[in-house]
């Protein structure tokens, strides 16, 4: 009907014709989630450019969003995977101080030296990563309980093995999470390989393709010969080691092992998540969008700070814009159903 | 006398399929109308748009004369339009009762829930259906036959003026059929307009009085039911006459591909053997609930076997998931194709590739160009009607989306394919295009288990017949010499469930 309607304007009235393009572009834009965030993103840059120009577009800025995107940008990729493949993971703050606890006691304490901390961090989140793969897989514990549960345990956990945190570590391990490449520091990079990596992994490989269809009919995947819970199991394993790798980045750049690291982090990585694309229920979204959905987070908190309006306003202001995007799809769903 | 409900050049298009094209169409106060037509040809969504699930794109609604406008399923049930769906509208979780009386449980005076008053009117309702339901029971522990007829209470209980019928007896027992058309027959008596949906040509003679036939969103016309016969409707609804005679076996079934020897598994199966050759089309038949699917499922690796041998192509087989079951070479369509089958969110092309990933991937990198390659191939061959192999396959109709569902098992190349109900919810010209794939299969050497209620489905494909009954298998019989008064006899003997007959041929 629309199609019709644009044609038979389009031969009336090229003024007609033109909205009528413009309409089709902005529907190109809604339809594709990735695409409306990165037309939202770019928007944002250049409002900001426009209205700060001394303090948007410079590199110490840009540094300092691509950074504070970092940690976020890492473990969106786990969540984004398992919420595909109809799972989530709410342990994902506690497991990252966790990481940054047993990397801080191996190098800290006990003298290893710091790639065995780093690597000795990573191996703790693939662990707990594991512990709720198996919760979720073997026991059939909702992932949704599951890993509200091992939020608290792995918290306790840090704490016990932590006490008051891990202050100085070393100044090797240090190296690892303030060492500089091109101007910016290694947490950005190693969001950029696990994020180029995990996209492409989504997006072409056989394997990760299961999650989609995991996702979208469990039993019906299953009966297809798709070994759904090793494949969940595998995806918290992944999500694990990535908030592992997120928490001992974390205590390296500050070249301390904090026990209250990673609070609250969960929530705004699922924001991210669902705002990149994902749904509840499995089936849908993407890398790209789980990154475009990190980086709009960032510069809506950059924007607040730089023009002082307050951190009040960044959660109201994301807590729109999730709305708006999930609402739109609603509608866009309706109209097709 | 003013029709009940009257529409009028009724349009409705789904992702560029014109499901309706100005359709007419209208029921009588008291009259039982049917609506036929083969998949795709808009039976379900005229009758959901009259019960207000989707909305026209253009026509009028009239309902005792009166324009409706901006029909939603809430105004459709204030107006007394009751629709009893082919899914479920249940909520497992809860009782009988509650659900019948969704919404509007008789209260107390402080407003709880009076449950005997409940329960009274729960019982009532479903002793009119002539049904013996407790109605504390919870749905989750129903058996599907009994859900259905959950349904069709829950709908009577609005009181209905007019009440629409879409493919009510496809999970019910001759018994049950019986009851619900005395029912349908009592409330037309009672001036009630019914719409009845069905592929069943038998029941449409045995209880309607006019039916309208559809054709790819075409009215083809409505007549009297007492002018017309069954071949002429077929010939309306398809354009050429159909038959689903038994083909004399052509083929002679080769060396014993499978044989499973006394398997036992939960209280569903206890001692089961069956053997299929290749080239060989075994039906399993029995009553539901006789344990035919689960024995397939433990064939298939879905289901644990706790006793019994299995061999496989001349060596012991223990498949412990599909997955293995499948890379032996066994497939499986799975009787629900909604909850175990398809990905309806998905396209064509991604279901059909899913059980040979490996086989459209480029090393680890899926390649979506084999994908639709593969689908593409599926589709012309088994004429399944899409715009595109991109397609997403909840906008297919049912016969459509089988076919989906059998090109993935196809793609398998499989030794053995394993077919639970091959045609449910599936339109006459569709069933006879896949009994003639099945054929085809089995003359190119697949060996085939088919399980299905419909017996003249059961003697149409059959080279052997394998009886099961409660969770045993109690005979056999060579497809040319059986009938169904044998089967029947085999199936109801020793059996706990004895009352339940199974569905004859109509």
Known sequence: MNDLTSIQSASQAPETARAAGAGAVLRRIVESRPLTLLVLNVALCVVMTIFYPS???????????????????????????????????????????????????????????????????????????????????????????????????????????????VTPISNDFKFYGQVRFLGLQSPFWAMLIVVVVGGWAVARTKLFRKYYYIGGNPRAAQLSGIDVNRLMLGAFVLMGALAGLAGVLAAARLNSAVVSAGIGVELSVITATVLGGASLKGGEGSILGGILGVLFIALVQNAMIINGIGVFWQGIIIGLVLLLAVSLDRFKRGHRA | MTPRIEVRDIHKHFAGVHALAGVDFSVAPGEIHALLGENGAGKSTLSKIIAGVYAADRGEIFLDGQAVEDLTEAKAGRLGIGIVHQEGSLVDQLSVSENIFSGRQPTGFLGQIDRRKLRQWSSDLLGQLGLDVDPDARVADLPTALRQVVEIAKALSHRPKLLILDEPTAALTLNET???????????????????????????????????????????????VADTDTDRL??????????????????????????????ASGPAVRDASVTVRRGEIVCLAGLVGCGRTELCEVLFGARRREAGSIVFKGRQFSPTSPARAIASGIGMVCEDRKQGGLFLDRDIAENVAVTVLDGVSNGPLVSRQKMDALAQNYVRALDIAAPSVRTQVSNLSGGNQQKVLLAKWLAVEPDLLIVDEPTRGVDVGARSEIYRLLRELAAKGVGLLVVSSDLPEVLALADRIVVMADGCTVGEMAGDEADEVGILRLATRGSRIGTEIMEPAR
């Open chain 2, 178 to 224: 019986a009851a619900l058309f005395s029912v349908v027959r009592k409330l037309a008596a009672q001036g009630v307009a019914v719409v009845y949906v069905s592929h069943r040509l038998a029941e449409i003679f045995e209880l309607c009085n006019k039916v309208t036939v559809l054709k790819d969103g075409y009215l083809v016309g409505t007549f009297a």
């Open chain 2, 234 to 263: 077929i010939r309306l609804m398809v354009g050429r006459e159909l038959h689903f005679a038994r083909e004399p076996a052509t083929r002679s079934p080769g060396e014993v591909l499978i044989e499973a020897r006394s398997v």
């Open chain 1, 55 to 165: 303090n948007f577009m410079t590199e110490a800025n840009i540094a300092a969003v691509l950074l504070n995107a970092a940690q976020a940008g890492i473990l969106v990729v786990g969540m984004m995977i398992l919420m595909i493949g109809g799972a989530f993971d709410l342990s994902i703050g506690s497991t990252l101080a966790l990481a940054g606890v047993v990397a801080g006691a191996l190098v800290g304490w006990m003298g290893y030296p710091a790639e065995i901390g780093l690597l000795g961090g990573v191996a703790a989140g693939a662990v707990a990563g594991l512990f709720n793969g198996l919760i979720v897989t073997r026991i059939g514990i909702n992932p949704l309980i599951a890993t509200l549960a091992t939020l608290s345990i792995y918290r306790g956990l840090t704490q016990l093995i932590g006490a008051s945190g």
